[in-house]
């Protein structure tokens, strides 16, 4: 990534001061430059991507995490999602070992 910044004067967005060289506006503080602005964007669609990456992945756990919890109530929801998962995955080994013939 290149540090060299061409653009000098920047018009502040929120209180309209110029302010040279400087991310930020020397006036209100608020950010100024485009490129940074781009930059936050993009790293928070990232992290949104990363913590949505992260829940999927986390997902077929829920089941055994709520087994484990001390609540009664989620122990019976978590034994049932279990036992759910159980017999859809034993029907699909079933269907495809029965397809598979
Ligand atoms: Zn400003």
């Given at each position: 990534?290149?540090?060299?910044?061409?653009?000098?004067n920047v018009k502040c967005g929120s209180c309209g001061v110029f302010t040279e060289n400087s991310d930020y506006c020397k006036n209100c503080g608020a950010l100024i430059s485009h490129?940074k602005i781009?930059?936050l964007?993009?790293?928070?669609?990232?992290?949104?991507?990363?913590?949505?990456?992260?829940?999927?992945?986390?997902?077929?756990?829920?089941?055994?995490?709520?087994?484990?919890?001390?609540?009664?109530?989620?122990?019976?929801?978590?034994?049932?999602?279990?036992?759910?998962?159980?017999?859809?995955?034993?029907?699909?080994?079933?269907?495809?070992?029965?397809?598979?013939?």
């Amino acid at each position: 990534m290149s540090v060299t910044r061409t653009s000098s004067n920047v018009k502040c967005g929120s209180c309209g001061v110029f302010t040279e060289n400087s991310d930020y506006c020397k006036n209100c503080g608020a950010l100024i430059s485009h490129k940074k602005i781009q930059e936050l964007k993009a790293e928070k669609i990232k992290q949104e991507f990363i913590e949505e990456a992260k829940y999927e992945l986390e997902n077929p756990g829920v089941a055994k995490r709520l087994m484990q919890h001390p609540f009664f109530l989620y122990k019976i929801i978590g034994w049932i999602l279990h036992s759910v998962f159980l017999v859809v995955s034993a029907i699909g080994a079933f269907l495809g070992w029965f397809i598979a013939w």
